[in-house]
């Protein structure tokens, strides 16, 4: 059962336009979602996150959008640079049961072309 | 200096070893984590320990073993390996009451053969 979602396995930006990754997820009990990012060889490093009481954060470049009516939520990250080249996952958690387990999408590849 | 460092990098063994993979974070954080990433990619959590007890065990064959020695340590043995365990293992850690994510190790890519 695959309670988060992203559909692109690729996506493909020019440098300087807005690269958009999607996720989706079906637990309505998640309360927290990130994002990550993944270099090869490397573990994931947190880039942003959005609370679910939220559906906007900003951190510069990267703006996380949260639709909670729609289950789906979308990092922006604007303008795309060649070193945001990675794999990029989308978490969800709920850490009021106590616990912060991470649930996570499969990823998606994100090139930069210059 | 790395806040969470595994080792070893690469692990290449035999179907019926057993071997060990080593986590250590000098962050402070109390509670730390295994994650699997399979072949499909996919991040699976599998265990975390929270201040050395067991918090969250997954859906995972007794053959893998977590040991926490100390909040800064946790370690995972693997006995009677098989093909299937081949994967790269992720350890993370987070601080329990400051909600923000984790920090993960660099991974241990096990193959085995």
């Known amino acids: 059962d695959q309670q988060v979602k992203q559909n692109s396995p690729s996506l493909s930006v020019q440098e300087g336009r807005i690269s958009i990754l999607n996720c989706d997820y079906t637990n309505s009990m998640f309360d927290y979602f990130l994002w990550y990012k993944k270099y090869p060889a490397e573990g994931p490093t947190f880039l942003i996150s959005i609370s679910s009481i939220k559906d906007k954060n900003e951190d510069g470049r990267f703006t996380v959008f949260l639709n909670k009516s729609a289950k789906h939520l979308s990092l922006h990250i604007v303008p795309s640079q060649p070193g945001d080249s990675a794999v990029y996952f989308c978490?969800?958690?709920?850490?009021?049961?106590?616990?912060?387990?991470?649930?996570f999408g499969t990823g998606t590849r994100l090139t930069i072309i210059p | 200096d790395t806040a969470v460092s595994q080792t070893p990098k690469y692990l290449v063994t035999q179907m019926g070893n057993d071997k060990s993979i080593k986590c250590e974070q000098n962050?402070?954080?109390?509670?730390m984590y295994w994650y699997k990433q399979d072949s499909k990619k996919f991040l699976k959590i599998m265990f975390s320990?929270?201040?050395?007890?067991?918090?969250i065990n997954e859906t995972v064959p007794n053959r893998f073993s977590p040991k926490s020695p100390d909040k800064a340590h946790l370690n995972l043995h693997i006995n009677s390996l098989e093909l299937g365990d081949s994967a790269v293992y992720f350890c993370?850690?987070?601080?329990?009451?400051?909600?923000?994510?984790?920090?993960f190790g660099s991974g241990t890519r096990l193959t085995v053969v």
């Open positions: 320990y929270n201040n050395k007890e067991l918090i």
């Open positions: 962050l402070g954080h109390d509670t």
């Open positions: 978490a969800g958690a709920n850490p009021n049961f106590g616990n912060e387990k991470l649930t």
């Open positions: 993370a850690s987070s601080q329990k009451d400051r909600w923000g994510g984790y920090t």
